[in-house]
T-cell receptor
């Protein structure tokens, strides 16, 4: 079981669809993260939110649009994706500020397939 | 960003201690070493972290060398359920508020616990 909940667990979408991934945590964490993980590769950081403000965008294409509507929720809006965007999308949260002392807590991810 | 080097894979007999090494020779003085593991199709699971001193919790022990250039994760009595990819990560620090802290994954070690 994880304290970070991601929905849906699986998603299949066409290249012209618009969909959203959702992430929720109730640990009072003020930093939230999106990672992307391709098969047999380590997770890659996409976005970091701190106090509901976007603080890091790791040069992610604009077809991925993050949103943090409140301190417990993180969304990733998807539009006009490519088949190569198929991956496991992981959400994480941590305390902030922490100077690197507090661990990230990860959800179990959304398995996305773009057809 | 500080980089880590880990063996690609290791085997361990069930019930024996698993010792997973990691090199992080470019680590800065205020950067923490984190260990995570990922079991197939799940999100990364936090194991332990440390700065200078050795650390122990219910899952594992972390031994950090005096010069901080390497560390070893010890699973005292490995079980089949410990089979996973183990990631050694140096937490890249940003501003004091933690808005730009990053957790950058390396390639990890696939630990296979054998019966």
């Amino acid at each position: 079981d994880t304290e970070v909940t991601q929905t849906p667990k699986h998603l299949v979408m066409g290249m012209t669809n618009k969909k959203s991934l959702k992430c929720e945590q109730h640990m009072g964490h003020r930093a939230m993260y999106w990672y992307k993980q391709k098969a047999k590769k380590p997770p890659e950081l996409m976005f970091v939110y701190s106090y509901e403000k976007l603080s890091i965008n790791e040069s992610v294409p604009s077809r991925f649009s993050p949103e943090c509507p409140n301190s417990s929720l993180l969304n990733l809006h998807l539009h006009a994706l490519q088949p190569e965007d198929s991956a496991l999308y992981l959400c994480a949260s941590s305390q902030a500020p922490d100077r690197g002392r507090s661990p990230l807590h990860f959800g179990n991810g959304t398995r996305l397939t773009v057809t | 960003d500080a980089k880590t080097t880990q063996p690609t894979s290791m085997d361990c007999a069930e019930g024996r201690a698993a010792n997973l090494p990691c090199n992080h020779s470019t680590i800065s003085g205020n950067e923490y070493v984190y260990w995570y593991r990922q079991i197939h199709s799940q999100g990364p699971q936090y194991i332990i972290h440390g700065l200078k001193n050795n650390e122990t919790n219910e899952m594992a022990s972390l031994i950090i060398t005096e010069d901080r250039k390497s560390s070893t994760l010890i699973l005292p009595h490995a079980t089949l359920r410990d089979t996973a990819v183990y990631y050694c990560i140096v937490r890249v620090l940003g501003d004091y508020g933690g808005a730009t802290n990053k957790l950058i994954f390396g390639t990890g070690t696939l630990l296979a616990v054998q019966p």
